[in-house]
T-cell receptor
Framework: DAGVIQSPRHEVTEMGQEVTLRCKPI?????LFWYRQTMMRGLELLIY????????DSGMPEDRFSAKMPNASFSTLKIQPSEPRDSAVYFC??????????????FGEGSWLTVV | GENVEQHPSTLSVQEGDSAVIKCTYS??????FPWYKQELGKRPQLIID?????GEKKDQRIAVTLNKTAKHFSLHITETQPEDSAVYFC????????????FGAGTQVVVTP
């Protein structure tokens, strides 16, 4: 398996622009997570899905952030409008079914976002 | 919800020495405790995990111990090598958290030759 695939790997955008990050989870995984990593705040869980349904979006910073999972093999995280403080690495991760906890979460390579 | 605290935030060790990182968790229902290693510019990758029905697990030079009573778990790296230099994250999840992992803040480990 190719693992969790994210795109773009790097993006530099101007403040106010819309940013869309994309993720393809590992085939067969039914949990998908979006994390944000910064030096100041570490790894933060933004939102996660189970069987394409959002379970917990309490980590989404504000209304400028939205996430969708239209099918089992694709998810997007959108920031509109973007701000310099959104600059971070955004990781998508997925996990296999088989219990409420105890299974490995696999991370994608991350999308490095810089908002200038 | 679950809260995971991790110490120390930075750790410098001489090559060949041991490194120990400690984490505490708040939710007594947590039953899964993975450790991730993140090299500079790369993704976090699982290196070892432990479930609450065991107290210790080893994999070559790394080991994890769990004390459920005290609600803490530790990562031990023996005979450290320069390639062990990375940020290490502990995490915890409970059965009622839908598999959601709560991560510690991370420990920057530097192994000096």
């Amino acid at each position: 398996d190719a693992g969790v695939i994210q795109s773009p790997r790097h993006e530099v955008t101007e403040m106010g622009q819309e940013v869309t990050l994309r993720c393809k989870p590992i085939s067969g995984h039914d949990y998908l997570f979006w994390y944000r990593q910064t030096m100041m705040r570490g790894l933060e869980l933004l939102i996660y899905f189970n069987n394409n349904v959002p379970i917990d979006d309490s980590g989404m910073p504000e209304d400028r952030f939205s996430a969708k999972m239209p099918n089992a093999s694709f998810s997007t995280l959108k920031i509109q409008p973007s701000e310099p403080r959104d600059s971070a690495v955004y990781f998508c991760a997925s996990r296999s079914p088989g219990g409420l906890s105890g299974n490995t979460i696999y991370f994608g390579e991350g999308s490095w976002l810089t908002v200038v | 919800g679950e809260n995971v605290e991790q110490h120390p935030s930075t750790l410098s060790v001489q090559e060949g020495d041991s490194a120990v990182i400690k984490c505490t968790y708040s939710d007594s229902a947590s039953n899964y405790f993975p450790w991730y290693k993140q090299e500079l510019g790369k993704r976090p990758q699982l290196i070892i995990d432990i479930r609450s029905n065991v107290g210790e697990k080893k994999d070559q030079r790394i080991a994890v111990t769990l004390n459920k009573t005290a609600k803490h778990f530790s990562l031990h790296i023996t005979e450290t090598q320069p390639e062990d230099s990375a940020v290490y994250f502990c995490a915890a999840s409970s059965p009622d958290s839908w598999g959601k992992l709560q991560f510690g803040a991370g420990t920057q480990v530097v192994v000096t030759p």
